[in-house]
C-alpha cells in the first residue's frame, strides 16, 4: 500500500541504487562477514558472561575483557557504512557510469536522494541484522546470566544512528571528490588528526572543541553517555545533535555541488 503513493520514479531510481549495491559479490561478502564475526563475537561474550561483567557490557567500546570482539563489530558496522558510502557515489565517476545513471534519472535531485538513501538503508539493515542476531546470540549463550538492559538497546540504537550519519557523509564526500579513494583517505585523515587535535585544543585550554568534532560526536553517540565524563568524548544527546549537523551539512554542501556542476 505505501508502495502505491510513491511515484514511479523514485522507485526505479531507488531500485537502480539498490541493484547497484546488492548485485556486487564483494558487498555481498562484506556483509555477510561482518554480520557472522558480530554473532561469533556475541556469542562468545555470552558463553564468558559473568554478572561482574554488567558494567563492561554495557560499554562494549575501548575496554577489556570479552566485549572487545563484540565491540570491535560494532564499530566495523560504522566504518564499513562510511567505505560503502564513499564507493557507492565515488565509483560512479570512477567507472565513469554517472552520466548513464543520470540519463535513466535526469533529475539530479532525485538521483541524489536515491543514492544517499539506499545506501543509509542499506546499511542500516545490514546492522540491525548484526544486532539482532548478535543480541540473540548473546542471550542464548549466557542464559539468565545476561539481562537484556534499556543501556545495551541504547548502544544498538546509537550505533544503527551512526552507521545511517556515517553512510550519508561517505556517499557525500564521494560526490564532493569524485573518487571513492580521495573520499576514504578523507574520513581516515579525520579519525587521525582528531584526536591530535582534542589533545592540543585541551593543552591550550579549550578541551570542549572537541564535543564539536565527527569523531567524539561518533564515540558519544554509539556509547550512550557511558564516556561522558570524558574531557574528548561529547554527552550522548549532544553528541547525537552534533553527529546530524555534521551529516547534514556534508550532504548540504554535496548536493550543492553535484546539482551545479558537470557530470
Known sequence: MILDVVPDSVLRAADSEFRKI????????????????GVVAFAIMGLSF????????????????SAIAPGLALLAAVVLAAV??????????????LGLSALFTPDRNLLFGAKLGVTAAVS????LGLEVLGGAALLLFGRDRVPLTANLLA???GVAFAVI??????????????????AI?????????????WITARAVGFGGLANILPISATV??????????????????AAIAVLLIWTGGAAAAAWWFFTRRDL
Open 155 to 157: 548502544i544498538f540504537g
Open 124 to 127: 542500516l539493515v545490514v546492522t
Open 220 to 237: 558519544g553517540a554509539m556509547t550512550n553517555g557511558a564516556y561522558a565524563k570524558g574531557a574528548f568524548i561529547a554527552p550522548t544527546p
Open 50 to 65: 559473568e554478572p561482574a561483567d554488567a558494567a563492561v557490557r554495557d560499554r562494549f567500546l575501548f575496554t577489556t575483557g
Open 84 to 97: 560503502l558510502g564513499a564507493v557507492a557515489s565515488g565509483d560512479e565517476y570512477r567507472l565513469g557510469s
Open 22 to 37: 546488492t548485485s556486487l559479490r564483494v558487498n555481498r561478502r562484506v556483509a555477510g562477514v561482518l554480520v557472522g564475526y
Open 185 to 197: 583517505a578523507a574520513m581516515i585523515a579525520v579519525a587521525v588528526i582528531e584526536p591530535l587535535v
Open 165 to 182: 550519519c556515517w553512510s550519508i557523509i561517505g556517499a557525500a564526500l564521494g560526490f564532493l571528490l569524485r573518487t571513492p579513494v580521495q
